[in-house]
């Protein structure tokens, strides 16, 4: 699926990808519109609906992934809210695993997640994997989103890469969608970026269940053979 031997640069997002996306949809899926319900003493079915109208509304825009815009518009401290389920954030399998061997081999490393600071800092101080990364990028800085092809030009300004020896694994196929179209010419998505939902069977571009079937070995060189899913 990978040879090693073509990549440079490694691009990976954080949420659906590296984490687990169990927390985020359950926080605003379902935890934070009972907040809401009870703060503006409304049915939670009603809250729920408002909610999810208004974030759909602007899915895929840097006020869509904006703690400080969503904690604004609802009245509500949602770093906060997001700090009590803190519990809750969890690396996906072999996620450690593949970062300590990229790590360990010639490949540049980045992240490149679309999480507001704030969430990025509410979850590395849960689940620490910021040494094993050469960067760290976050949308809101470059001011667009992955979605964007201004993020991919601001991105190659502030660190420069081969996008014909690049890798980005993403779980958001808007964002695979962009970066094919910025020239990036390796791109694999994740087939359950939450683990409590169903295996995805209809996904555009390569996937993988678990990072042990693209796993680069000590020397970032050999090649894993993918395993079924």
Known sequence: MINWDNIDTVLLDMDGTLLDLHFDNHFWMDHLPRLYAEKNGIP???ASTTLHGRFGSLQGTLDWYSLDYWSSQLEMDIPALKQELRHMIRLRPFALEVLQQLHAGPCEVV??????????????????ITPWFDHMVVSHELNAPKEDQAFWHNL??????????????????????????YGIAHLLTLLQPDSRHQLRIDTRFPGIHHFDEIMPGALGLAQAEPTPV
């Open 44 to 46: 939670e079915a009603s």
């Open 156 to 181: 190659q300004a502030l660190h420069p890469f081969d996008p014909a020896r690049t890798l980005l694994i993403d779980d958001t196929e808007s964002v695979l969608d962009s970066a094919h179209r």
């Open 111 to 128: 992240m490149v997640t679309n999480a507001h600071r704030k969430t990025l800092d509410i979850k590395m101080a849960q689940v620490d």
